[in-house]
């Protein structure tokens, strides 16, 4: 069957190049698409996208990673959503969002939303789920999206061996079908654009009716609708013809192929059996093979992350300003991101990506490539030794590492070393359990679009991946006083302050900034890769 | 011939314990914490740790493990991957492609290995027996995944004769391809093999009786030299389809077949420890049926070994 429906989208493709072709020899040309595909566009056609198997049941509050999020983002709305090219956030679900303090937040919600199964989406749905997520005994991995909650506490002690002496937040009240108020423990500007995030989604009766039944065939209030899940294999939707988000997708189904690698994706990609895939491989990076093997089928877009090599404070020797400064400048960081990572990546000048709100170029000084400085504040510093960069070696990670530990090498005429780790959970546990014995990688990418969510999780002392155990006082006064100014604008200032102060430490060293480049297929019209490395399925235009 | 099987099948016992005792160790047993990289770029939620912790029994000791998991095992229950599938079901589901998958590789082994084994082992030297030595070199020499990404990029993204991965349930004929990667190693091992036996055997006596005899040929080279020239070609066969559910590793990987050796391959990707567990133990039974059949054929095609 799905040989025979591709065989006539083929089929259909080489009649629709005929079509345009006489079009365009006529003069008929009208709009100028931005991509080299041709032909109708066909609303009842599938979108087929590489996939990988969910690591966890697919709930929103239990879904973070890339594979989950790909069903579950297209399954639920939230009350807030973002624009899939500039990340821009505007109101989906939510009517409005008020807030005198940004401590209480009285939202209300829009009427007439509907879950898949046709039950109404009313203000409970989000408190229901969202303390279903923050809920110690229920183990949902985003639970920390719920810790600024008032009562978050309550229901998730710290304390391990606490039980939680009840299952509500204090903070989360129902006033009505299609109004709620939420409470902060502090007041956050940040929460409007927070609760876009994928956990924030509100959940339907079924699921707390019986939640085992519910991960088999998940109801949800968003553009797509689950069909079917073969696990390993994949996961279909089908376009929910019901829903009022301007999010709506202008194709029918989309088949989530999973793929054991992403080498044999890539081949399907060229061969045009896959429809998009939002990473390319190693093998098609290398030598930008890519460009000619893909020509107008490329897709470039702005991922929201930064990567740092970081230079945790409790490795001896290394918590000396003028050594890091020193590696810092030392790094060519832009014959790097053009020579080893093919114009992949942009070279990093601050600690917040490029396209969010209140970045600003240049914030840090000590980011420009300056071989003589570098080689005098070496001198200064007094370090004796070797330099080690360590990082997971797989899926392109070292690379890019060397290069920057022989531009180090070659300037400041010090040994500097590559150290490699087996995979990505070895390398985690190296850094979490603070093991590093010298400089290493350390990547962030962005939750939400927000100058916040670059500096909180990272910079303040004790936050939860401030691995570099980096401490100011400055910092964190100033981050949490940004935190609390209602003024959006007034916010982003003090945010910046924050890291001015932060660049002026260099607790990491901003190396690069992913420009994120996909592929698509030739069935593809249009297609844009969102900041969070997904396709932006309203975006999404599939030719006959 | 029944103390025979029986005592072959009492043998099983303890190497089906010792092995998947080896494997759930060597698999859960790894040093370092499971649920490091599980969560991305922060570290998991305690209560997301507790939770799995205690599902998948991690803070009883090893032994204790181990036996909780064979007792779960032999009423059905094959466990639960980190996102909640059940690793029966998704072993039910792989197990079908890999075996044909499995099937498709042998018939190719054995067709054209030991056809090409025979042929040369009868003629001896010349260019047809040189022929197949450098082909088969040449294939032995060549690591499987190379063969796969091969044919897949030539055939497949080239010239698109096939398509470049497998649909969700494969057919025979989608399965050529990869069953000619798969089989290729084996395939010219057979013919070596074959090769050796037949030449060995052309000149005994049995076959020169039979031949003075006045035996037509073909019942010659059929009966009497295939018969005895096939036990060692049998013994590598029988191992070689075990060996090919897990070896389909890296050509299930390459050709996106949802097959077992894919089961593995992602779950190794994933650190999915439960479904690596169940199915190597799976392989481990498929191994043991094998070779268990082997030997019963042996018996059968060489009555002195039965009487042993």
Redesign the interface.
């Known amino acids: 069957m ?2 025979n429906m591709r065989r006539s989208r083929r089929l259909w493709g080489a009649a629709a190049v005929v079509t345009t072709l006489s079009l365009v020899l006529t003069a008929c040309g009208g709009g100028s698409g931005s991509s080299g595909s041709s032909g109708e566009v066909d609303p009842n056609g599938t979108f087929t996208v590489y996939g990988t ?5 697919l709930i929103p509050t239990n879904t ?2 890339l594979g ?1 999020s790909k069903a579950v983002d297209a399954m639920f709305a939230e009350l807030v959503a973002f624009k899939g090219d500039n990340a821009q956030p505007y109101n989906q679900m939510a009517e409005s969002i008020t807030t005198p303090d940004s401590k209480v937040y009285d939202i209300k919600i829009k009427q007439g939303w509907k879950f898949h199964d046709g039950t109404e989406v009313k203000a409970k749905n989000f408190v229901d789920a969202w303390n279903y997520g923050a809920y ?6 985003n ?2 999206f719920f810790s600024n909650i008032q009562g978050y506490s309550d229901v ?1 002690p710290d304390d ?1 061996a606490a039980k939680p002496t009840t299952d509500k937040m204090s903070g989360l009240v129902v006033k009505g079908d299609y109004e709620f108020q939420v409470t902060l423990n502090a007041p956050f500007s940040v929460f409007e654009t927070k609760i876009g995030y994928t956990a924030f989604a509100p959940l339907p009766d079924a699921f707390f009716k019986d939640p085992k039944a519910f ?1 088999e065939h998940p109801i949800g209030n968003g553009p797509m609708k689950f069909v079917s899940r ?5 996961i279909k939707l089908t376009r929910f013809d019901d829903y009022q988000g301007q999010d709506k997708v202008k194709f029918k189904d989309l088949d989530i192929k999973i ?3 992403q ?3 890539y ?2 990609l ?2 045009n ?1 896959l429809d998009f895939i939002e990473t390319l491989p190693p093998s098609a990076l290398a030598g930008s093979k890519y460009k000619s093997d893909l020509k107008d089928n490329l897709v470039t877009g702005h991922l929201l992350g930064i990567s740092t090599i970081a230079i945790p404070y409790y490795v001896p020797g290394y918590n000396n300003l003028d050594l890091r400064k020193a590696i810092s400048m030392a790094i060519d960081r832009t014959q790097i991101t053009k020579t080893v990572m093919n114009d992949t990546y942009v070279p990093a000048d601050g600690y917040i990506s490029q396209g969010i709100p209140g970045y600003r170029p240049g914030v840090c000084e000590f980011c420009k490539f300056d071989p003589a400085q570098a080689k005098q504040l070496f001198a200064q510093s007094g370090f004796k030794g070797k330099l080690t960069i360590a990082s997971n070696a797989d899926g392109g990670r070292k690379e890019p590492l060397v290069a920057a530990c022989n531009s180090i090498k070659n300037v400041l005429g010090v040994e500097c070393d590559f150290v490699p780790a087996t ?7 190296i850094v ?1 359990g603070h093991k590093l014995t010298g400089m290493g990688r350390s ?3 962005a939750d939400y679009p927000s100058i916040e969510d670059f500096l909180n ?1 990272i910079y303040k002392t004790g936050a ?2 401030n691995d570099s155990t980096y401490s100011n006082p400055a910092v964190d006064k100033l981050l949490e006083q940004a935190d609390a100014t209602p003024d959006k604008d007034a916010a982003v200032k003090i945010y910046q302050q924050a890291e001015d102060l932060i660049a002026k430490d260099l607790p990491s060293i901003p190396v690069w900034d992913e420009k994120g480049v996909a592929a698509k297929s030739k069935h593809t019209k249009t297609v844009v890769l969102d900041f969070r490395r997904r396709a932006d399925y309203s975006s999404v235009e599939v030719t006959k | 011939m029944i103390r025979y099987v029986l005592r072959r099948l009492l043998q099983l016992i303890p190497v089906f314990f010792g092995t998947t005792f080896l494997i759930y160790a060597l698999v859960w047993a790894v040093p370092g914490d499971p649920f490091s990289g599980k969560c991305g770029q922060t570290a998991c939620p305690q209560a997301y740790i507790d939770l799995m912790t205690q599902k998948f029994h991690l803070n009883d000791n090893l032994i204790v493990q181990y036996f909780k998991y064979l007792g779960s095992l032999f009423t059905g229950d094959w466990g639960e991957t980190f996102n909640g599938n059940s690793v029966g079901e998704l072993i039910g589901n792989a197990y079908p492609i890999t075996l044909r998958l499995a099937l498709v590789a042998v018939l190719i082994e054995a067709v054209i290995g030991l056809t090409a084994g025979v042929l040369t082992g009868l003629r001896g030297k010349g260019f047809l027996d040189n022929l197949v030595l450098v082909s088969t070199t040449f294939l032995i020499s060549l690591p499987v995944f190379v063969t796969a990404i091969v044919l897949q990029i030539v055939l497949g993204t080239e010239f698109g004769i096939i398509d470049t991965s497998v649909s969700d349930n494969p057919g025979f004929g989608e399965l050529i391809v990869p069953g000619i990667a798969l089989g290729s190693l084996s395939m010219a091992y057979i013919a070596r093999l074959t090769r050796t036996s037949i030449a060995e055997n052309r000149h005994a006596d049995y076959i020169r009786t039979a031949i003075a005899k006045g035996q037509p040929r073909s019942r010659v080279v059929g009966v009497h030299l295939l018969r005895n020239s096939v036990i060692p070609v049998l013994t590598f066969l029988g191992t070689d389809l075990g060996a090919l559910m897990g070896g389909a590793i890296v050509t299930e990987g390459v050709f996106n077949i949802n097959g077992l050796g894919g089961l593995i391959f992602r779950g190794i990707q994933n650190r999915e420890s439960a479904t690596v567990t169940g199915v190597v133990v799976l392989l481990v039974l498929v191994y043991l049926l094998m070779s268990l059949i082997v030997d019963l054929l042996y018996a059968v095609l060489d009555p002195r070994i039965r009487y042993d």
């Not at chain 1, 198997?53 to 049941?57: A, G, I, L, S």
């Not at chain 1, 110690?136 to 991995?141: M, S, T, V, W, Y």
């Not at chain 1, 073969?230 to 994949?234: G, I």
């Open positions: 799905e040989w198997e969910p690591q966890n049941t973070n990673e989950g110690a005994p229920n183990g949902q991995i639970t920390d998730h391990k991960a073969t696990p390993n294999a994949d793929y054991a690698s080498e044999t994706a081949q399907d060229l061969s059996k995979d990505f959970g070895q390398w985690r546990s979490t990547d962030w990418s999780p939860s991946s």
